[in-house]
Nanobody
Framework: QVQLVESGGGLVQAGDSLSLSCAAS????????MGWFRQAPGKEREFVAA????????YYADSVKGRFTIYRDIIKNILYLQMNSLKPEDTAVYYC???????????????????WGQGTQVSVSS
């Protein structure tokens, strides 16, 4: 079993920055990749960013490219999301997720992940 705990959400103004963390634990935690998704009220969960755990290859949604940075600490098993130049449309609950086994499913798809955190709220006011 794997546990993921997000932190770092909050209320900020447009243009501000915020950093999210996702601490992973569990005896079977051997990630292939991890990702961040978000879900705004009344909308479907959408891909934000992903990173391959060993190689550190990153992937971003077009909507956040150039503003958000995903990175990980492989020693501490922590995933991060640095969010700069936040916009009101970034308001959502942000979830981290982990892929623990090989999969043909794209890392941009929620179905490509095996475990999810409980989410952390990010609210950006205009």
């Amino acid at each position: 079993q794997v546990q993921l705990v997000e932190s770092g959400g909050g209320l900020v103004q447009a243009g501000d920055s915020l950093s999210l963390s996702c601490a992973a634990s569990g005896r079977t935690f051997r990630p292939y990749a991890m990702g961040w998704f978000r879900q705004a009220p009344g909308k479907e969960r959408e891909f934000v960013a992903a990173i391959s755990w060993s190689g550190g290859i990153t992937y971003y949604a077009d909507s956040v490219k150039g503003r958000f940075t995903i990175y990980r600490d492989i020693i501490k098993n922590i995933l991060y999301l640095q969010m700069n130049s936040l916009k009101p449309e970034d308001t959502a609950v942000y979830y981290c997720a982990v892929r623990t086994k090989p999969s043909a499913t794209s890392l941009t798809r929620a179905g490509g992940y095996d475990y999810w955190g409980q989410g952390t709220q990010v609210s950006v006011s205009s």
